[in-house]
């Protein structure tokens, strides 16, 4: 079993690019979520899907769509890409939106706005 | 406000030093407190979850504990391969809206032979 996977490993972009994050996972979880990790900061969420079918936003959603393709596959897009949005992205899943269970991470995104 | 806040920053030990990471929250309900391993360019790894002052959960050489307003990671007899940073997240209690996990910034440990 691959886990939670994710594609690209790395992606440089230029200002105002567009590209989209994939996620998908094998572990028949139905939650699945978006974070980022900066300097210093603790993971903060940007988009999270409860179940096939749903997403809403996290903490940080502005500049960043997501689609729940099918119960494994999760995409996060980035339409107009800034400089702020230089990062390291991970994709997550969850058994359940219900609280108290763990979450499991993919090896994530470098992405390098220029 | 929710809040969750790792000490020390850094910390480097000798192989065999023992020594504790620790995990402060204010929440206004605990529905689970997670550890999680990340080595360096990878994403986070699960470690453990602790529900209730009082629990404990050991792992080879860590052992996390929880009181109501702080947790603790002990690793006891570190080795070198143990280098890594640790996270810590809380799963606070809410009515109504989405249950987030609130995620510190993280230990970064380092063991010296």
């Known amino acids: 079993n691959a886990g939670v996977t994710q594609t690209p490993k790395f992606q440089v972009l230029k200002t105002g690019q567009s590209m989209t994050l994939q996620c998908a996972q094998d572990?028949?979880?139905?939650?699945m979520y978006w974070y980022r990790q900066d300097p210093g900061m603790g993971l903060r969420l940007i988009y999270y899907?409860?179940?096939?079918?749903?997403?809403d936003k996290g903490e940080v959603p502005n500049g960043y769509n997501v689609s729940r393709l099918n119960k494994r596959e999760f995409s996060l897009r980035l339409e107009s890409a800034a400089p702020s949005q230089t990062s390291v992205y991970f994709c997550a899943t969850k058994r359940t939106e219900q609280a108290g269970y763990e979450q499991y991470f993919g090896p994530g995104t470098r992405l390098t706005v220029t | 406000e929710d809040q969750v806040t790792q000490s020390p920053e850094a910390l480097r030990l000798q192989e065999g030093e023992s020594s504790s990471l620790n995990c402060s929250y204010t929440v206004s309900g605990l529905r689970g407190l997670f550890w999680y391993r990340q080595d360096p360019g990878k994403g986070p790894e699960f470690l453990f979850t602790l529900y209730s002052a009082g629990e404990e959960k050991e792992k080879e050489r860590l052992k996390a504990t929880l009181t109501k307003k702080e947790s603790f990671l002990h690793i006891t007899a570190p080795k070198p391969e143990d280098s890594a940073t640790y996270l810590c997240a809380v799963h606070p209690f809410r009515r109504g809206g989405y249950n987030k996990l609130i995620f510190g910034a993280g230990t970064r440990l380092a063991v010296h032979p």
């Open positions: 572990m028949n979880h139905n939650s």
């Open positions: 899907s409860a179940s096939e079918g749903t997403t």
